[in-house]
């Protein structure tokens, strides 16, 4: 008897649904008095079970699952004695599960006013935002590791003054989460979220004395908690009753005047520097966040994100403010328009304001602060 061998033609397609896939198997190989095999389709089958598929009453296809390559072990059946009986083996390589999802937005936003001979009188004036948001995710079986980071800077050019910056900010937000069982949406989860701005900033029109720079200040949080992972929506909150926030006032000058909470400089009574002002700051509490991103409308999509947080060891109950909203309004695949509001509330932030007029700064306490950006322009996903 001629055992005939299984080149030929092979064609397969893995689609991965938790631990199931489905293969199509075409074979085209000649055995004696036929012309080809038939073609066959194996649907959903445990990617743990080894398989063994019935082509014709004149042989079978008997593949097992060896680590990313899939077996295909050909052969003929002896209808006499009903044996089986090997005759080649064909490795091909299986298709690799992709475990991570991405997403990458950039765009600029532009807005601008110009007059010529305009009898009402006006400035002209153009301000650009520029922003992109970067997100991985992985999820395998009962791991889920989400990460985003966001860039945003804007300027400000009016006729008649100093060019201006409008925004600036960078974030970087990244949680690793466990979940017991593959039914559960609550994950056991470490956070850890970092934010600075990236050049200095001033009380206008005074460009001589920076307010802020790079790291001054910078605000980080690590803690462990849990997390709940909606299992159809884009949502998602995080609470974590062991949070440590540390602030960051690395210049020197703005830690010696007690910026952003940080311990001040102990001066003599002639305002000599005795001790330098410390440059971290660090607090133990509890913290709360949510993110959630819906499409509320036909191309309106809204993101609410919000993080709440108290300390333990100094006025516990006094809560951190940090809560933002925006709308995009898709245009189409390019243009979008925005709005958004940002407020903020942190107690340890003192500000300081002229209240004689006389060019001496007075610390008047902690204030709410508010941000709202209203924009249109170009928007690129990749």
Request: proline content about 3%; hydrophobic content about 35%.
């Amino acid at each position: 008897m001629t055992y005939p061998s299984l080149p030929a033609f092979l064609l397969l397609f893995f689609l991965s649904t938790q631990g199931t896939f489905a293969a199509i198997f075409q074979v085209t190989d000649t055995l004696p008095g036929q012309t080809t095999r038939d073609s066959l389709l194996v649907q959903e089958v445990s990617v743990d079970t080894t398989l063994v598929v019935e082509l014709t009453e004149r042989g079978i296809v008997r593949d097992s699952l060896i680590n990313d390559s899939v077996v295909l072990k050909p052969v003929d059946l002896d209808m006499e004695r009903m044996e089986l009986l090997l005759v080649d083996t064909i490795v091909v390589e299986k298709e690799k599960i992709n475990y991570w999802t991405k997403s990458n937005v950039a765009g600029i936003n532009l807005n601008e006013v110009a007059f010529i001979n305009w009898n009402t009188g006006g400035n002209n004036s153009i301000s650009a935002l520029t922003h992109a948001t970067f997100r991985r995710r992985y999820q395998k079986a009962l791991l889920n590791w989400n990460s985003r980071m966001e860039v945003r800077y804007g300027l400000n050019a009016q006729q008649g003054r100093e060019l201006r910056k409008s925004e600036d900010r960078f974030e970087i937000e990244s949680t690793l989460g466990y979940r017991a069982d593959s039914t559960s949406n609550w994950f056991y989860s470490a956070q850890v979220n970092f934010n600075t701005q990236l050049t200095y900033g001033y009380r206008y029109p005074d460009t001589d004395n920076p307010i802020s720079k790079l790291m001054a200040p910078g605000y980080a949080f690590i803690g462990v908690g849990t997390e709940f992972s909606h299992p159809t929506e884009d949502f998602t909150f995080y609470l974590s009753p062991v949070t440590q926030k540390s602030t960051f006032v690395l210049d020197q000058d703005l830690a010696n005047e007690g910026s952003f909470g940080v311990t001040p400089a102990v001066r003599d009574e002639e305002g000599n520097i005795i001790k330098e002002g410390e440059k971290i700051r660090s607090e133990f509490g509890f913290l709360f966040s949510s993110n959630l991103t819906r499409e509320i409308f036909d191309n309106v999509t809204m993101e609410n994100r919000v993080r709440l947080y108290s300390d333990y060891l100094n006025n516990f109950g006094n809560i951190d403010i940090d809560w933002e909203i925006k709308f995009d309004m898709r245009v189409n695949q390019y243009v979008n328009a925005n709005i958004g509001f940002h407020l903020k509330y942190d107690d340890d932030v003192k500000f300081k304001e002229d209240r004689n007029g006389d060019g001496v700064l007075e610390t008047v306490g902690p204030k709410v602060q508010f941000k709202q950006i209203l924009g249109v322009g170009l928007v690129y996903n990749f």
